[in-house]
């Protein structure tokens, strides 16, 4: 199955697509996953996109679209993927269908994840990795013993350099302004489905699942 996640930053997109590739094996691709990658290795990619990424702003529509090509070449992702964090405007939602075509692939199912605004603040701030099982935790939401669990074992809860409250503001600005009308684009194509991402993580989850149709 090949999957598009689309939806504000914070809206549980990583969190939905590990789900999905633990059950099923379709590799999560995340542009932001990628460009950190990138980023921390210091690649001539990396250099260019860290200043662009801590200010909020979006990496252009060139380098991102070479990301996806490299990746989507990949034996893993014959089967499916799950495109987390792409497209992220329309001229790249229509350079994905170029591709596509040049390659005789279709995206099955666009499934945009729908949270409120002030959840999305709060879940953005609070967002934190722990530095030794990598498990997405958050301040505010996390049941205690999960946050212990990772202080004990000698961890400490990583915050991502673009979550904070400045460049989030900006991160939600760039959404609004460039991202949400792929809402529209994708009803238009009659290929949407929206499901409320308040909810906790296995709700919204047997959500998807309902939607791709496989529960
Ligand atoms: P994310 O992890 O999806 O929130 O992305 C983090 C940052 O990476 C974004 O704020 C952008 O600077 C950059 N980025 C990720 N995906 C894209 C994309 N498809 N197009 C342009 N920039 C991107």
Redesign the pocket.
Known sequence: MKIILLGA??AG??TQAKRLESDFGWPQI???????DAVSKKSKLGLK?KS??????????D??LE??KERVAQEDTFSGFIL??????ID?ALDLEILFSSLSKKIDRVIYLKVDHDILMKRLTGRRTCSVTGKLLNIYFSPQRDIDECINSGGKLLQ?S?DNEE?IG??LD?YNLETSPLIDFYEKKECLFVISAENEVEKVYSELLVSLEIS
Do not use: E, M
């Open positions: 930053p914070g997109k990583g995340s542009t932001g996953d990628l460009l950190r996109a662009i990424i801590d200010r909020g702003n979006l990496v252009s529509n380098l991102v990301i996806i987390d964090g792409f497209p992220r405007n790249q991502r673009d460049t900006k991160r760039v």
